[in-house]
C-alpha cells in the first residue's frame, strides 16, 4: 500500500487511475473524496495479498504472456527454489527451469478446453507430488488475461495412505495366520502324539518305526512354523528388567546348538564382561539372537565360522549420545544380492523349501520394540554380518 503510493507521486506517468487525482483539475475537496472512495479498495488490496500470503496452498499465478503475476510462500516452498525481489515479472519457465514438467502444464494452460480439476504431478528433482487445479483469469470484459495454479504438496498424504494400507493389510493377514496357526497347533500336536503311541506299540517293527520317526520329526518342524506365527503376529509386550546381552547370546548359542544340525562349525563368541546392562526382555533378546544364529548355521550348510562378538558403543541420534550395545552376527555363508538383502525382513519371506520366512521378522519386531537398529552387510560369495544395536535405555523410558 505505501509502496504504490510513494511510487504514484514520485513517477506522475506511472498510473492513470493516480495520476488523475494529481493533474489538478478536480478541486481539492473532491480529491479527498476520491481517497476516501479509493481507501476501501486499498483495504482490499492488502487484504487479498494477506490471503494470498496466508494460504496453506500453494498460488502461482501468470500473465497471458507467461510472466509471474503473484506467487505464495508456499509455493516457493514446494518448488523448492529461494524467493527473489525480481521474480514478478519474470517469465515462469525460467523461475521454474528446474521444473520442466510444471511449465510444460501451466505453458498448456491457454490451449486446454477443460481444465483439470484435480491433477496430480510429480516434480522431478525433489519426488514430491502435487495435486493441483488451474483456472482462468479474466478481465471485466470476459478476455482471458492469465491464468492460476493451485496446489498442495500431496507426499506426506500419499505416504500416510500408503502405510495405512500397508497396515490394514497387515492386520488382515495377521488375523489369519494367527487363526490359521490356532488351529493347526492341536492336530498336529494330536499327530505328535499318536505316532510316539503307534511307534512304542510297534516295537518290533523297525521299517514302520523309521516311517512314525520320520512323521514325528515333520510334525515336530510344522509345529515349530507354527510357533513362529504366532510369535510373529502375538503384539509385542516386553518384560523390561537389567538385562546382560552377553548372557542373551549365550543362551542363544546354547539353544542353536541343540537345535541345529550339527555339522563342523565353530561358533566364536567374543563377549567382554564390562558390557553395561540393557533395559530389555531377557527371553525376547535370546529369541533375537537365537534367529539370528539359526540363519547363520543354515546358510553355512554345515561347515565354517561364526563370530558373534559384542561391545559398548554410543550411538548419534542428534540429541548428545546414547549408550548402547552393538552385537554383530558374521558368518561365512554365501551371503545375499542386494535384492535379496533387501526382502529378508518382509514376513514370509525365505528361500527356504522348509523355512517360514518368519525369523528375520520376529528379529526386527523385538529390535524395534527395545528401540534398537539393525542393518545388514552382505555380498554374494562374502558372508553376511548382522548388526544389532541396542539402546542402554529406551527413549521413551527417558534416562
Ligand atoms: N545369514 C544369512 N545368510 C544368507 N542368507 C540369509 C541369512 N539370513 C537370512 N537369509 C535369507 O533371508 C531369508 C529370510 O530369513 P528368515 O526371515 O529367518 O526366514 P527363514 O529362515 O525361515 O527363511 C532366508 O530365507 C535367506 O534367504
Ligand atoms: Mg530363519
Redesign the pocket.
Known amino acids: 500500500m505505501t509502496k504504490s503510493r510513494r511510487r504514484a507521486r514520485r513517477t506522475p506517468g506511472g498510473r492513470p487511475g493516480l495520476r488523475r487525482l494529481d493533474d489538478g483539475r478536480r478541486a481539492r475537496g473532491s480529491a479527498t473524496r476520491e481517497a476516501a472512495r479509493r481507501a476501501p479498495r486499498a483495504r482490499d488490496e492488502a487484504f487479498f495479498r494477506y490471503l494470498v500470503a496466508g494460504m496453506r496452498n500453494g498460488v502461482l499465478a501468470f500473465t497471458r504472456d507467461g510472466r509471474l503475476a503473484l506467487i505464495n510462500d508456499e509455493a516457493y516452498r514446494i518448488f523448492d527454489i529461494a524467493p527473489r525481489r525480481d521474480d514478478l515479472g519474470r517469465p515462469v519457465a525460467e523461475l521454474l527451469q528446474q521444473h520442466p514438467e510444471v511449465v510444460r502444464v501451466l505453458h498448456s494452460v491457454f490451449d486446454l478446453h477443460l481444465l483439470p480439476n484435480r491433477a496430480e504431478l510429480r516434480l522431478r528433482p525433489s519426488g514430491k507430488v502435487i495435486g493441483y487445479t488451474l483456472g482462468l483469469v479474466r478481465d471485466d470484459a470476459g478476455e482471458v488475461i492469465g491464468a492460476a495454479m493451485f496446489f498442495k504438496d500431496l507426499t506426506r498424504v500419499e505416504q500416510l495412505e500408503e502405510r495405512e494400507r500397508l497396515r490394514d493389510r497387515l492386520a488382515a493377514v495377521g488375523e489369519m495366520a494367527a487363526a490359521i496357526a490356532h488351529e493347526v497347533k492341536n492336530p498336529l500336536a494330536g499327530i505328535e502324539v499318536m505316532a510316539g503311541l503307534l511307534r512304542r506299540k510297534i516295537a518290533d517293527a523297525p521299517d514302520v518305526q523309521t516311517v512314525l520317526t520320520d512323521i514325528i520329526t515333520e510334525a515336530k518342524m510344522a509345529n515349530a ?1 507354527v510357533q ?1 506365527v504366532l510369535e510373529f503376529v502375538r503384539p509385542i509386550r516386553l518384560q523390561v528388567e537389567r538385562t546382560s546381552v552377553g548372557e542373551a547370546v549365550q543362551s542363544a548359542i546354547q539353544l542353536t546348538e541343540t537345535k541345529a544340525r550339527r555339522g563342523d562349525i565353530t561358533v566364536d563368541a567374543r563377549l567382554p564382561a564390562s558390557l553395561p546392562l540393557i533395559h530389555g526382555d531377557r527371553y525376547q533378546l535370546t529369541q533375537l539372537f537365537t ?2 544364529l ?3 548355521y ?3 550348510e554345515g561347515r565354517g565360522r561364526i563370530t558373534i562378538s559384542a561391545a559398548g558403543v554410543s550411538i548419534d541420534d542428534g540429541a548428545d549420545g546414547r549408550e548402547a550395545v552393538l552385537v554383530e ?1 558374521a ?1 561365512q ?4 544380492s542386494a535384492e ?2 533387501e ?5 514370509f ?4 523349501s ?10 526386527r519386531k523385538i529390535v524395534d520394540a527395545h528401540d534398537g537398529s539393525i542393518d ?1 552387510q ?1 555380498a554374494p560369495g562374502h ?2 554380518t ?1 548388526r544389532v544395536t541396542l539402546p542402554v535405555t529406551a527413549l521413551d523410558e527417558g534416562h
Open positions: 512354523i513362529e534367529n539370528l539359526t540363519n547363520a543354515e546358510a553355512m552376527v558368518d555363508g554365501p551371503g545375499m535379496l538383502a526382502r529378508v525382513f518382509k514376513p519371506f525365505t528361500t527356504k522348509q523355512g517360514s520366512g518368519l525369523g528375520l521378522a520376529i528379529v545388514l552382505t558372508g553376511t548382522i
